[in-house]
């Protein structure tokens, strides 16, 4: 089983946190839409013997494109791979493009998973963030779209400077209450060049604190769990049978075919990306070339790869993947290597007692503990394996 992953690089305006690639020009939107069913149609041989479980329309700002655009897209996508019986369709979407009318026309595509970025239901938060829906827009596109879409799952930002434990308990509180059975929720981060970055450096922003993002992190643990979600990755939490098909794939190592500019796609074996400009991503493939990079994965880059998922996720590091794929002596250096961080209660191996390596048998899986979930990232760079 494989997912494609479609990127459309167009916004409204940018968030000033995002470093994601996009443009805020829609004045080749048309060719780009070409270039993306061109590129669709060249890669069709990458997953000839593969059936697609997973379609994901990401961005940018994929609400953006028109129903027939999209569906243009998804009909290309059927004619040129082998698609599973109800596959999982997934649009990102900004609360100011989803008016009830257009909520209902997508309610009649074979869209059938809606990914929302609220980010806040607060004003202040909103505007702070230069988003381009407010507070009013982001709740009542939920109260419609709740009704007709299942499988819905929004976009919360924690560790917002200033933001109390109160109003960060009110944000999930109101998720909670319009029976939205996924969330997604990230701490705020200063990535370099972006707005954000500027304006922290001119002392006109405060400054990302950790300590808060690790107290909201916390409630926000805590309180999925007490309405009944499952923390099956470090930012993804989601009501038993609503897990995301598609960003679990990318956590459980399978294949997956990423469309569009900076769009990246992955076999098992190599990792390939394309270029991160519109422009040249569209003369490129109107010359039938494909405009993309290729790194062969080394077997530590593998190996550090599954590292870093397993330790995000609700399902860990199984030692019996470690030993078949990369070998005894990769499992022994692993062992020996989170030794320290089951001393320090961050990581524990399941299917045994004790709190040493010693014992770890085949069947065994190292998790972090609820005290290391936030901390996870980190722990898994420490134990990578250097080329």
Same mark, same amino acid.
């Given at each position: &089983? ?126 702070? &963030? ?43 509180? &109101? ?132 590292? &870093? ?79």
């Amino acid at each position: &089983m494989s997912g494609i992953y479609i990127h459309i690089p167009f916004c409204k305006q940018a968030c000033y946190y995002c470093d994601f690639h996009f443009s805020t020009s829609l004045k080749k939107k048309d060719e780009l839409i070409n270039a993306l069913i061109k590129e669709i149609q060249l890669r069709k041989d990458e997953l000839l013997n593969q059936t697609v479980e997973t379609i994901y329309f990401g961005g940018g700002t994929p609400s953006i494109l028109s129903n027939a655009e999209l569906q243009l897209i998804i009909d290309e996508v059927y004619k040129n791979y082998k698609i599973i019986d109800a596959p999982e369709i997934t649009l990102e979407a900004n609360p100011d493009d989803l008016s009830n009318k257009r909520i209902n026309e997508l309610a009649n595509t074979p869209i059938n998973r809606l990914s929302i970025g609220i980010q806040s239901f607060f004003e202040d938060d909103l505007k702070s &963030m230069n988003r381009a829906h407010n507070a009013i827009e982001a709740k009542q596109c939920l109260n419609e779209a709740t009704k007709h879409f299942d499988n819905i799952t929004i976009d919360l930002i924690y560790g917002i400077p200033n933001m109390s434990l109160k109003k960060w308990n009110e944000n999930l509180q &109101m998720a909670f209450d319009l029976g939205i059975n996924h969330i997604s929720s990230y701490a705020l981060t200063v990535e370099e060049k972006t707005a954000l970055d500027n304006f922290i450096k001119k002392g006109t922003y405060p400054p990302v604190d950790e300590v808060l993002a690790s107290q909201h992190f916390d409630h926000l643990v805590k309180r999925t769990q007490e309405e009944g979600f499952i923390h099956y990755e470090i930012s993804n939490f989601g009501k038993p049978n609503y897990f995301s098909k598609h960003n679990t794939s990318y956590w459980q190592g399978k294949t997956y075919l990423g469309i569009g500019p900076s769009a990246h796609s992955f076999n098992g074996k190599q990792r390939s990306w394309n270029i991160a400009n519109n422009t040249k991503y569209i003369k490129s493939l109107e010359q039938n070339k494909l405009p993309s990079e290729i790194e062969i994965l080394t077997k530590n880059d593998r190996y550090n790869e599954y590292i &870093m998922t397993g330790l995000r996720t609700i399902w860990g590091i199984s030692l019996n993947k470690i030993d078949t794929e990369f070998g005894e002596a990769y499992k022994e250096k692993l062992l020996l290597s989170v030794q320290k961080f089951i001393d320090k209660e961050l990581v524990v191996i399941s299917n045994k007692s004790d709190k040493s390596h010693k014992y770890a048998n085949s069947n065994s899986f190292i998790k972090t503990t609820q005290k290391g979930k936030f901390l996870a990232d980190g722990i898994a760079s420490d134990l990578f394996i250097l080329n």
